[in-house]
């Protein structure tokens, strides 16, 4: 079972930027996402990257946020641009689809 840790979130005011990482304890070869989980609300996708780089995006952070990877190194990082209050949430990476049990998650609150 490979492991995932998220790290790299914090507190960061409106239009900020943040990069969050995601490393895994094993290679992956699969397509991986990075998923946001809002008080109250349920777990979405946020973006994911198949093995070949080709990513998709929500809706909600397209022209925002970037994800890539770095096989060499079994991580997967979310480039966050144009903060925005209702990006507030804990973040979490996976498989996409979800195949590993979920880590810790980071925590990203954007407050003034």
């Known amino acids: 079972q490979v492991q995932l840790v998220e790290s790299g979130g914090e507190l960061v005011q409106p239009g900020g930027s943040l990069r969050l990482s995601c490393a895994a304890s094993?290679?992956?070869?699969?397509?991986m996402g990075w998923y946001r989980q809002a008080p109250g609300k349920e777990r979405e996708l946020v973006a994911s990257?198949?093995?070949?780089?080709?990513?998709i995006y929500a809706d909600s952070v397209k022209g925002r946020f970037s994800i890539s990877r770095d096989n060499a190194k079994n991580t997967v990082y979310l480039q966050m641009n144009m903060l925005k209050p209702e990006d507030t949430a804990v973040y979490y990476c996976?498989?996409?689809?979800?195949?590993?049990?979920w880590g810790q998650g980071t925590q990203v609150t954007v407050s003034s």
């Open positions: 996976n498989t996409y689809p979800v195949y590993f049990d």
């Open positions: 094993g290679t992956i070869y699969s397509s």
């Open positions: 990257i198949r093995p070949s780089g080709n990513t």
